[in-house]
């Protein structure tokens, strides 16, 4: 009976090592392991090489061999407030291709804008021994995130964010001159009753919105009545029941700026409920750029600013904080990327007559 020779065949991926890599690339092993980490300073041919002859052989890295040896899981942690909301959608897939490329696992945790939930993911994140952080925090006056953030040494970059600006490196849109165009826009079309509709001064956007409106009018000269703002959420339904308040005043406002782009839809329900037409009766001006700004009827002037460049920036930032610890180098200052805003003006507003 003839003998089969169990070693005929192609070596199982399980039992190929490193060295056999190497062997087959005509490189070493250290720079077998650089290619694997998408160290940038391989080059370009030796890289193909090397990828080339894992490709061959079958050769598969251990993920968890690696993190031992190099106390790197290859992994970023990111914590966003609502990933219903479209702006942070596109925010989460911008960090994702960036980290990507890096050969890094993109972990995605949804505190729905609860401080207590925060307070549960960020432990839950550090324990799972992630390299980095992308962080939205719900509370920036909550003392327990401040607290929190300060005391970790995992790197960490926040996104729309300004928590402990002296420490803490940081990716935000200028919400402030998104605003002050709004407002000037519609000052120079004759408004001058302009009701804000937006969120709360415990996170940066609501600050900075309501800075830019007061900001505008300061600069034009004009004065806002107080009695036009709304600054309390940012959801659709407080949308809702904030433009019919200000819709029933006996001076109500004959625009109205949205501070956040879920509001629009809030917007747009109590505007068919009391029968009013945009832009007829009241313009709008929405902050956000979405798909129901776009085809709404009439399509909605909004603020925009490019959400998945500044989900890039957040994880470029990142990486080099990253690279900056392992490599043993001291802590720099914290870096602030500010990304600009513009209007794009649609058919939501009109000339006031």
């Given amino acids: 009976m003839p003998k089969i020779d169990s070693t005929r065949g192609p070596k199982q991926a ?3 090592t490193m060295r056999e890599v190497a062997k087959e690339a005509d490189v070493s092993i250290g720079t077998v392991s650089r290619v694997v980490n998408k160290h940038p300073a391989v080059k370009p041919y030796i890289r193909q090489r090397v990828e080339a002859a894992i490709a061959k052989i079958g050769w598969q890295p251990n993920a968890v061999a690696q ?3 190099t106390a790197s899981t290859k992994m970023i942690g990111c914590i966003l407030p609502d990933m219903s909301n479209p ?3 596109a925010v989460a897939k911008g960090a994702e ?11 995605l945790s949804n ?3 609860d401080p207590d939930r925060d307070l549960e993911l960020f432990p839950l994140l550090m324990q799972r021994r992630v390299d980095g952080l992308l962080y939205c925090p719900s509370d920036e006056y909550d003392e327990r995130i401040w607290e929190m953030v300060r005391t970790s040494r995992t790197p960490t970059v926040l996104i729309e964010r300004e928590l402990l600006p002296e420490t803490c490196d940081y990716v935000v849109s200028n919400q402030a001159d998104g605003i002050k165009q709004a407002v000037e826009y519609l000052l120079s079309i004759g408004h001058v009753r302009i009701g804000l509709v937006a969120g709360q001064s415990k996170i940066r956007p609501g600050r900075e919105r309501y800075r830019g409106f007061v900001e505008a009018f300061k600069n034009a000269g004009v004065q806002f009545d107080p009695e036009l703002l709304r600054l309390e959420e940012m959801t659709a339904e407080y949308a809702y029941h904030a433009v019919q308040s200000l819709m029933q005043i006996s ?3 004959t625009a109205i700026i949205m501070g956040g782009n879920l509001m629009l839809a809030g917007t ?3 505007c068919a409920y009391r029968g009013l037409q945009i832009p007829r009766d009241v313009s709008i001006i929405a902050v956000g750029d979405t798909d129901l700004a776009e085809l709404a009827s009439p399509p909605i002037t909004t603020v925009r600013w490019n959400l998945e460049a500044m989900g890039r920036d957040a994880a470029e930032l990142l990486i080099t904080r990253i690279r900056a610890q ?3 180098q001291p802590r720099t200052e914290p870096k602030h990327i500010v990304v600009p805003t513009e209007i794009v003006l649609r058919r939501s507003c009109a000339v006031l007559r």
């Fill in 87 to 89: 702006l942070f959608v």
């Fill in 111 to 113: 505190s729905g804008g």
């Fill in 14 to 16: 399980s039992t190929v």
């Fill in 251 to 253: 001076n109500p406002p």
């Fill in 326 to 328: 392992a490599d043993g």
């Fill in 268 to 270: 747009l329900r109590a």
């Fill in 67 to 69: 993190s031992m040896r």
């Fill in 97 to 107: 291709a960036a980290l990507r490329k890096h050969g890094y696992a993109f972990i």
